[in-house]
């Protein structure tokens, strides 16, 4: 058994059957990311001592016959995500040194289903980019070709997955940031609706799009991240209180009669021909597999762009006021209160300053109704698409990204060719809907890409089940 290779849900069936024990996968991985990960770099601080604790914690309740959902099961959690006792650094140097004293509600139900975690993977600072490569820390590489960048924010999570650093990992996505890496290392990557999840201990980009998301190698996979991880909870008042339902069991392969909507807009110019063509066979699959294929339309789609670039900057500047060293993170020595704060401040990188000025501009007086308001009376457009969408069809298809990893560099220089590789995923973050990236072939260079299926709000089950069809079917 070589178990590095198992998914996470074969390797929880080889624990319960006593085939393996945590402490040795545990190790096993650990060994493997000092190997591959000097390469990779997706992890920006390993939890060695606490993960191996945790399995030896979690062999015993093997032992006394315990079932916990992910009872000794080593995942990844995204740097953005508090635990107890281990740095969090969102990214950035001004978390540097950063130990939160408890932990988000996702780690606490990690830990409750028995899961081991193994560390905290790398993101662009605050989750503002689309490449890894706004890490104050150093750029993660796409483990299909270690010259391209896995995508982000929560490329390090991705990056972690595909590489088999861990059988599943946390992200967060507010803009794209699970869905567009998971297209380019080839996994799977869920962006739950906004609020399924607690976000109650992840640190805040923009609180009206954020929400935390899972990676798995499989759809079965991330499906059982997000069993354990989803939930109410009071400490997060945009937290929804319906009950979770179950999503594992939802994974039956029979998509006959889905209504799978293919809107027009996500089919442009600027779109690589091999992404258009894996994206269109795997929509004819869905088609043989029993679906009913439509052609639909979401007009708004173009100013999802810019609307997103509104309101995702405005609600950054006011989450960033935070950092002012006398709170989290370390503190600049300075003259005086002011100086220090403003020395303090300066160890935001270039793109956390570039939102913050973008953001305060839209917000100030004069210019709020010319910007962010009238950006949130767009946003209402761009959700309405949705919901009329969502009348004639049960899910959308599109492609996750107009294009495959693109090169450490190439797009590092110019924030507004970076902003484009969200352009497929934005929308359903200002909408109430939800979404995920399925791996559905390779383009000539041999680099995976995603098909998004994205589904009308809580509809999760449908979209995890649609791409588990298509998953077994490409077996
Ligand atoms: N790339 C987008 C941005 O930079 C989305 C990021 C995200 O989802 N966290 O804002």
């Given at each position: 058994?070589?178990?590095?290779?198992?998914?996470?849900?074969?390797?929880?069936?080889?624990?319960?059957?006593?085939?393996?024990?945590?402490?040795?996968?545990?190790?096993?991985?650990?060994?493997?990311?000092?190997?591959?990960?000097?390469?990779?770099?997706?992890?920006l601080?390993?939890?060695?001592?606490?993960?191996?604790?945790?399995?030896?914690?979690?062999?015993?309740?093997?032992?006394?016959?315990?079932?916990?959902?992910?009872?000794?099961?080593?995942?990844?959690?995204?740097?953005?995500?508090?635990?107890?006792?281990?740095?969090?650094?969102?990214g950035s140097?001004?978390?540097?040194?950063?130990?939160?004293?408890?932990?988000?509600?996702?780690?606490?139900?990690?830990?409750?289903?028995?899961?081991?975690?193994?560390?905290?993977?790398n993101t662009d600072e605050?989750?503002?980019g689309?490449?890894t490569e706004n890490s104050a820390y150093f750029t993660t590489?796409?483990?299909?070709?270690?010259?391209?960048?896995?995508?982000g924010s929560?490329g390090g999570?991705?990056?972690?997955?595909?590489?088999?650093?861990?059988?599943?990992?946390?992200?967060?996505?507010?803009?794209?940031?699970?869905?567009?890496?998971?297209?380019?290392?080839?996994?799977?990557?869920?962006?739950?609706?906004?609020?399924?999840?607690?976000?109650?201990?992840?640190?805040?980009?923009?609180?009206?799009?954020?929400?935390?998301?899972?990676?798995?190698?499989?759809?079965?996979?991330?499906?059982?991240?997000?069993?354990?991880?989803?939930?109410?909870?009071?400490?997060?008042?945009?937290?929804?209180?319906?009950?979770?339902?179950?999503?594992?069991?939802?994974?039956?392969?029979?998509?006959?009669?889905?209504?799978?909507?293919?809107?027009?807009?996500?089919?442009?110019?600027?779109?690589?021909?091999?992404?258009?063509?894996?994206?269109?066979?795997?929509?004819?699959?869905?088609?043989?597999?029993?679906?009913?294929?439509?052609?639909?339309?979401?007009?708004?789609?173009?100013?999802?762009?810019?609307?997103?670039?509104?309101?995702?900057?405005?609600?950054?500047?006011?989450?960033?006021?935070?950092?002012?060293?006398?709170?989290?993170?370390?503190?600049?020595?300075?003259?005086?209160?002011?100086?220090?704060?403003?020395?303090?401040?300066?160890?935001?990188g270039?793109?956390?300053?570039?939102?913050?000025?973008?953001?305060?501009?839209?917000?100030?007086?004069?210019?709020?109704?010319?910007?962010?308001?009238?950006?949130?009376?767009?946003?209402?457009?761009?959700?309405?698409?949705?919901?009329?969408?969502?009348?004639?069809?049960?899910?959308?298809?599109?492609?996750?990204?107009?294009?495959?990893?693109?090169?450490?560099?190439?797009?590092?220089?110019?924030?507004?060719?970076?902003?484009?590789?969200?352009?497929?995923?934005?929308?359903?973050?200002?909408?109430?809907?939800?979404?995920?990236?399925?791996?559905?072939?390779?383009?000539?260079?041999?680099?995976?890409?995603?098909?998004?299926?994205?589904?009308?709000?809580?509809?999760?089950?449908?979209?995890?089940?649609?791409?588990?069809?298509?998953?077994?079917?490409?077996?």
């Amino acid at each position: 058994m070589n178990l590095p290779e198992l998914s996470l849900t074969e390797l929880r069936q080889a624990l319960r059957q006593g085939e393996t024990s945590s402490i040795e996968v545990t190790q096993a991985m650990l060994d493997r990311i000092v190997e591959q990960d000097n390469d990779i770099k997706s992890y920006l601080t390993l939890t060695d001592e606490m993960a191996l604790e945790q399995a030896a914690a979690a062999d015993q309740r093997l032992a006394a016959g315990e079932q916990s959902p992910l009872l000794g099961v080593p995942i990844a959690i995204k740097d953005i995500i508090s635990m107890a006792g281990a740095p969090t650094t969102a990214g950035s140097k001004i978390l540097e040194g950063f130990i939160p004293p408890y932990d988000a509600f996702v780690v606490q139900k990690l830990k409750e289903a028995g899961a081991v975690i193994l560390g905290k993977t790398n993101t662009d600072e605050f989750a503002m980019g689309s490449s890894t490569e706004n890490s104050a820390y150093f750029t993660t590489r796409n483990p299909w070709d270690l010259e391209r960048v896995p995508g982000g924010s929560s490329g390090g999570s991705a990056a972690a997955v595909a590489a088999n650093m861990a059988y599943g990992a946390l992200g967060t996505d507010t803009g794209g940031s699970v869905r567009q890496p998971a297209s380019f290392c080839g996994v799977v990557g869920l962006r739950p609706t906004y609020g399924r999840i607690s976000r109650w201990g992840v640190v805040a980009f923009a609180s009206s799009l954020d929400q935390v998301g899972t990676f798995g190698r499989t759809v079965a996979d991330a499906t059982a991240l997000f069993q354990v991880t989803a939930g109410y909870d009071r400490r997060d008042s945009t937290s929804l209180n319906v009950p979770v339902p179950n999503y594992e069991t939802a994974l039956t392969g029979d998509i006959k009669g889905l209504k799978v909507g293919v809107p027009a807009e996500y089919f442009i110019e600027g779109i690589e021909p091999d992404v258009e063509t894996a994206v269109r066979n795997a929509i004819a699959k869905l088609e043989a597999l029993g679906a009913e294929i439509h052609e639909i339309s979401l007009p708004h789609t173009r100013y999802a762009l810019p609307v997103y670039y509104l309101i995702a900057p405005a609600e950054a500047s006011a989450n960033l006021g935070r950092y002012d060293g006398v709170r989290y993170g370390p503190r600049q020595p300075g003259s005086d209160m002011i100086d220090s704060v403003k020395k303090t401040r300066s160890l935001f990188g270039p793109e956390a300053k570039r939102r913050i000025m973008l953001g305060t501009y839209a917000l100030s007086a004069g210019y709020y109704d010319e910007y962010y308001g009238r950006a949130l009376k767009v946003r209402t457009l761009i959700k309405q698409d949705f919901l009329n969408a969502f009348e004639q069809v049960d899910v959308i298809a599109c492609p996750a990204s107009p294009t495959t990893a693109f090169k450490i560099g190439d797009r590092a220089d110019d924030p507004l060719s970076m902003y484009l590789a969200d352009i497929f995923t934005l929308s359903l973050n200002l909408s109430a809907s939800c979404g995920l990236s399925v791996p559905c072939g390779f383009d000539s260079k041999g680099l995976p890409i995603g098909l998004q299926l994205i589904g009308n709000t809580l509809q999760e089950a449908t979209i995890l089940n649609a791409a588990f069809a298509y998953e077994q079917a490409n077996k």
